[in-house]
């Protein structure tokens, strides 16, 4: 693969196509927490960036170095993306619940473990990116994967900023709705990883 404008391009479609879900997740975590400082944003964004741009350079590393190994693993990944994302997503949902009974509005502070599982579970399918580039060098898998963190940051940006102005507006049902939606999020990679 040469330096041109279609590997760019290409690199940015796949960061795009990829943040999909930490997007997504990044909506749930913007509407359970409405009051998120700035600071705590860039680092939820920088969490879902780097693991974008980890896991495909992982999957390249699997492909040249411990292929053999690599497809059993690849069998699991939608089951591993379906509990975490359900046992975070029922977490909040439980506890959003009893919020509501209790009357309380009280908000959900994303904590540095739980951080780590929605970056996990959000970007485990794109290990499989690196079949797509196993086909580059190093030095173009990794200039690929660092677009794909960098799109991911930006776009996991802007979905923490919707879901924190959902957020202020749904007030004690944003947990309830984050929780569902990671929920969805956990099934929705299940399926498209099964078929």
């Not at 980890?54 to 411990?66: E, K, Q, Y």
């Amino acid at each position: 693969m040469n330096w041109s404008i279609i590997f760019f391009f290409n690199s940015i479609l796949l960061g795009v196509g990829l943040a999909m879900d930490a997007f997504s997740v990044s909506i749930a975590n913007g509407l359970t927490e409405p009051g998120m400082r700035k600071r705590k944003r860039r680092i939820i964004a920088g969490t879902f960036g780097f693991f974008q741009f980890f896991m495909p350079m992982a999957g390249w590393v699997c492909v040249h170095f411990i292929a053999e190994r690599f497809e059993m693993f690849q069998k699991a990944v939608p089951w591993i993306a379906l509990v975490l994302l359900l046992f975070i997503g029922g977490k909040m949902l439980i506890e959003g619940i009893r919020n509501r009974q209790e009357e309380e509005v009280q908000t959900v502070r994303l904590s540095g473990p739980a951080l780590l599982v929605q970056g996990i579970a959000t970007s485990i399918d794109a290990l499989s990116v690196g079949f797509a580039i196993s086909s580059y060098g190093w030095l173009q898998a990794a200039v690929c994967a660092l677009i794909i963190g960098v799109v991911t940051y930006f776009i996991s940006r802007i979905g923490l900023q919707l879901g924190k102005k959902a957020g202020e507006k749904l007030s004690g049902r944003a947990e309830i709705l984050g929780g569902c939606i990671l929920i969805f999020i956990g099934i929705e990679i299940f399926i498209r990883g099964v078929l």
